[in-house]
C-alpha cells in the first residue's frame, strides 16, 4: 500500500515512510491510494477475534511493510487488559434495545486518544530503533490530549517529550495526571501565560526549521494517519458486539473536533463495514455541523472559537476533514487544492447544489451540535434513567445521536472521555463529585514533576537543547 498527499505534491510512499510525518510536504495530508476492501469472509472472520487480533488484522492492511511478525507483537503489546481495564478494551455497555455506549476511554489518561496513541508510541519506539533515530515530541496542550501523549510515550527510548502547559490553568486533575509521570523522557514545562502563549511558543520553535531539523521536532498530533488507522479497529469491535450477523447495519455518534474519530469510521465504511450512519456530533463551535447541514465550510478566527464545557471539542477548524473532502471530490487532488486555496484566501467555501456536496449522502454522514444546557440535561438524563454517569463530551455523542436515530438499527454513542476528568460540569449537572476510576482515588497527591517558566520561546528552546534525545 502506497501514501499519496491530498494535494498531489507528494511522492508516494510506504506505511513506514510516513508513519511519523505531519503534514505532506505540499501542506496537505497523506492517505492510502485507495482504501483495502474487506471479504465477506474476512468479516466473518473477525468477528471471533480479539481485540489486539482485530487490531493487528486491520493495520496490517495499512502497514503492510512492516513484517507481520512484529506488528502482532506490537499489537499484542499495546491492546492489554493491564492498560485498558478490561479484556474487551472497548466494551459496550447497552443502555437499552438498540441503544449501546462504546467505553473508549479506560486507558490511561481516561480519554480515547490513548486508543490510537498507546500503538503510535510502540510504533515509534519500533521504528526509530530499527533506523537509530531519535524523536523528540514538542507540544502544546491545554488539558486533554497532552496527557495522552505523555502516557503514550513515557518512558520508550529514543524519544523525549517536551510539553507546554498553561501554569496553574488546568484543573487540579489534570495538572496532576501530567505532572505525576516520573519518566526521565517527559518534560512537563508549565509556562506562567495561557494556553495560546505555549501555542505561540510552539509555533516560533517549529518556524526554526534548522533547530527542527538538528534536534529531530517532531509531534504527535491528530493528522497522523497512525493514528486514524488504529482507531478504525474499534468501529469493527463495536459493530460485531451490537450485531448478530455480518450484513445487518448499525450507526455510530460520535463527539467530534478534528474529525480524526469521526473520519476513522468513515475508512471502516469504505473498507465494507456495514456502518449505516456516521453522526458527526459537536458542540457550540460547529464548523463541522455548518458544513453538513449547508454545505458551508467555514473555519472560524481564533476570538470566534467559545471556550465550552466539551473543551477538547473546541475547534476553529478540523484539520482531518481535508481527508473527507478529498474522498467527496472524487479524489481529485486538484479539485481539492482549488478548494483549500479558496479556504486560505477567504476563509470559507461552499459547496451546496454541487455535486460533490450531493455525495456527502452516499458517504452516510449527518451531523448536529448541542449546547452547555444539552449536555447538563444529557448528563442529568443518563445519570437517572441508566445509573451512568458520562461526561460532557460522550453527552454531546448522545444528544446528537439521539436526534438521529433509526428505529431497528443499533446506535453505537462513543464514550471519549471519563467524567472525572470534568469534574466542574459533573458537579454543576449532578450536583455530586464524578466517580475516579480504581487507581485514581489519590492522583492529586502523587508527587509532581514540573519546569515552571516564563512564556519566552527562547529560554523554553535552551531548556529543549538541554534536554534533546
Ligand atoms: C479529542 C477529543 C474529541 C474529538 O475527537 P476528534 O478526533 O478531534 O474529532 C472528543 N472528545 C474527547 C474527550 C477528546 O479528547
Not at 104 to 121: E, H, I, M, R, V
Not at 218 to 225: D, F, K, T
Not at 391 to 409: M, W
Not at 416 to 440: C, H, M, Y
Request: neutral net charge; glycine residues 8%; hydrophobic residues 40%.
Amino acid at each position: 500500500m502506497r501514501y499519496v498527499s491530498t494535494r498531489s505534491g507528494a511522492k508516494p510512499q510506504p506505511f513506514t515512510g510516513i508513519l511519523l510525518e505531519g503534514l505532506a510536504p505540499d501542506g496537505g495530508l497523506f492517505l492510502p491510494e485507495e482504501f483495502p476492501k474487506l471479504a465477506p469472509a474476512d468479516l466473518s472472520a473477525m468477528r471471533r477475534m480479539s481485540y489486539a487480533e482485530l487490531a493487528f488484522a486491520i493495520v496490517s492492511k495499512f502497514a503492510d511493510d512492516i513484517p507481520a511478525d512484529d506488528l502482532k507483537r506490537l499489537a499484542a503489546a499495546t491492546y492489554t487488559k493491564t492498560l485498558f481495564g478490561s479484556e474487551d478494551v472497548t466494551p459496550v455497555k447497552k443502555l437499552e434495545p438498540d441503544l449501546y455506549l462504546l467505553g473508549l476511554s479506560n486507558g490511561p489518561s481516561l480519554a480515547f486518544k490513548d486508543l490510537a496513541l498507546q500503538l503510535l508510541g510502540n510504533l515509534f519506539e519500533y521504528a526509530l530503533e530499527k533506523h537509530g533515530r531519535r524523536l523528540n515530541v514538542v507540544g502544546a496542550t491545554s488539558g486533554d490530549t497532552g496527557s495522552s501523549a505523555e502516557y503514550a510515550l513515557r518512558g520508550k527510548k529514543n524519544i523525549r517529550v517536551f510539553m507546554l502547559s498553561p501554569y496553574g490553568r488546568m484543573s487540579a486533575f489534570q495538572a496532576a495526571q501530567m505532572y505525576s509521570l516520573q519518566d526521565a523522557n517527559i518534560f512537563n514545562i508549565a509556562v506562567r501565560g495561557v494556553f495560546d502563549d505555549c501555542q505561540d511558543i510552539i509555533k516560533a520553535i517549529s518556524g526554526d526549521f534548522a533547530f527542527k531539523a538538528k534536534h529531530r521536532i517532531g509531534a504527535v498530533n491528530s493528522i497522523n494517519w497512525a493514528r486514524v488507522a488504529a482507531q478504525v479497529v474499534y468501529y469493527f469491535k463495536a459493530y460485531f458486539a451490537v450485531t448478530r450477523r455480518d450484513a445487518e447495519p448499525a450507526s455510530f455518534s460520535v463527539p467530534s473536533g478534528n474529525f480524526g474519530n469521526v473520519y476513522a469510521g468513515h475508512v471502516a465504511r469504505s473498507m465494507g463495514l456495514p456502518i449505516r450512519t456516521l453522526i458527526v456530533a459537536t458542540n457550540e463551535n460547529n464548523v463541522l455541523e455548518e458544513f453538513f447541514r449547508t454545505g458551508r465550510y467555514r473555519v472560524r478566527k481564533a476570538a470566534e472559537v467559545k471556550a465550552t464545557s466539551s473543551p477538547s471539542m473546541d475547534i476553529s477548524k478540523s484539520s482531518n476533514f481535508e481527508r473527507y473532502a478529498y474522498d467527496l471530490v472524487g479524489r481529485d487532488p486538484f479539485r481539492l487544492k482549488s478548494l483549500w486555496a479558496e479556504l486560505d484566501a477567504n476563509g470559507v467555501f461552499a459547496l451546496a447544489g454541487t455535486e460533490i456536496f450531493r455525495r456527502v449522502a452516499d458517504t452516510g454522514f449527518v451531523s448536529g451540535s448541542s449546547t452547555h444546557a444539552d449536555r447538563l440535561a444529557t448528563i442529568r438524563r443518563v445519570w437517572k434513567d441508566y445509573g451512568v454517569m458520562i461526561d460532557p463530551h460522550t453527552a454531546d455523542g448522545i444528544k446528537v445521536g439521539l436526534e438521529h436515530r433509526e428505529e431497528g438499527v443499533p446506535l453505537v454513542c462513543m464514550e471519549t472521555a471519563q467524567p472525572a476528568k470534568f469534574a466542574e460540569t459533573i458537579r454543576e449537572a449532578l450536583g455530586r463529585d464524578p466517580i475516579r476510576p480504581a487507581g485514581f482515588e489519590d492522583l492529586e497527591k502523587l508527587p509532581q514533576r514540573l519546569e515552571v517558566m516564563d512564556a519566552d520561546a527562547a529560554s523554553v528552546r535552551r531548556h529543549i537543547e538541554r534536554h534533546a534525545a
